[in-house]
């Protein structure tokens, strides 16, 4: 692959959000198997009634061909976009009911994706800092947003949902709740019954980045059977973030 020539922008119009949506189609449906009514399989788009709400990040590698430079993906829904849609799109798995008795300022975090070619690099990076960039413009306090396990065998993933569960598990008063009939409870199994570290490296990577930088997990995870996922409620309190955290917020973006 040529060195990537990346540009980071907020879709314009809807041709960067359809970019963005068939980005998301080649990593949710063709990649990890998900589906559903909002899926238009015919275009190759994965899409909802949110999207036209959210506001869209994407990353482009410029030394890629014009009709395939779209790498990376962020939608972001912000208090006001919640009111429009009349929830937050988590709200379906979770109850958020914590995080709106904060009276702190939220912003959901949600469909991040990268093409394969890009994860593991600094393509990660460039999208936070675009994030950093925005969470300070917007006055964010409280970002949020569920993040995925790929499958839904719940006992192949009992020990990394067990450790986030014992060891990772959000402060009372910001600890959403995963939502019946499909919540499950997160540590499944007894701490002293499994390997800890061989537990953490199954977590997935995204999963993984978040807690690096300070974020916890809600009360539970949700089975999503359409998209052949396990979720989990990811929490960060911008206010305790970590020198990791503050590190990317305060750098200028590459």
């Not at 788009?45 to 869209?56: G, N, S, V």
């Not at 020990?159 to 910001?174: C, K, Q």
Request: hydrophobic share 45%; with cysteine; net charge negative.
């Amino acid at each position: 692959m040529t060195e990537p020539k990346f540009d980071l922008s907020f879709a314009a119009g809807e041709a960067d959000i359809r970019a963005a949506q068939a980005l998301r189609y080649r990593v949710f449906v063709e990649e990890l198997g998900g589906g559903g009514e909002d899926v238009d399989y015919a275009a190759g788009l994965e899409c909802d009634a949110f999207d036209p709400i959210c506001r869209h990040l994407i990353l482009r590698d410029l030394a890629r061909e014009d009709d395939d430079q779209v790498v990376g993906v962020y939608r972001l829904m912000t208090e006001a976009g919640a009111a429009e849609a009349g929830r937050f799109y988590s709200e379906a798995e979770y109850d958020l009911a914590p995080l709106r008795r904060s009276g702190r300022k939220l912003l959901e975090l949600g469909r991040s994706c990268l093409h394969q070619d890009y994860r593991g690099g600094a393509a990660m990076f460039h999208m936070w800092a675009g994030l950093a960039e925005f969470v300070t413009a917007e006055g964010a306090e409280i970002l949020f947003g569920v993040a995925s396990f790929h499958g839904t065998d719940l006992d192949a993933l009992a020990a990394p949902l067990s450790i986030l569960g014992h060891r990772h598990i959000a402060p009372t008063e910001l600890r959403v709740a995963a939502r019946p009939p499909e919540a499950v409870p997160l540590a499944r199994l007894p701490e002293e019954s499994y390997e800890r570290i061989a537990a953490m490296k199954d977590v997935p990577a995204l999963i993984k980045a978040y807690l690096r930088l300070g974020g916890c997990v809600g009360e539970g995870a949700w089975i999503d059977r359409k998209f052949n996922t396990t979720d989990v409620c990811m929490v960060m309190d911008t206010a305790q973030l970590n020198d990791r955290a503050r590190a990317i917020y305060a750098r200028p973006r590459p």
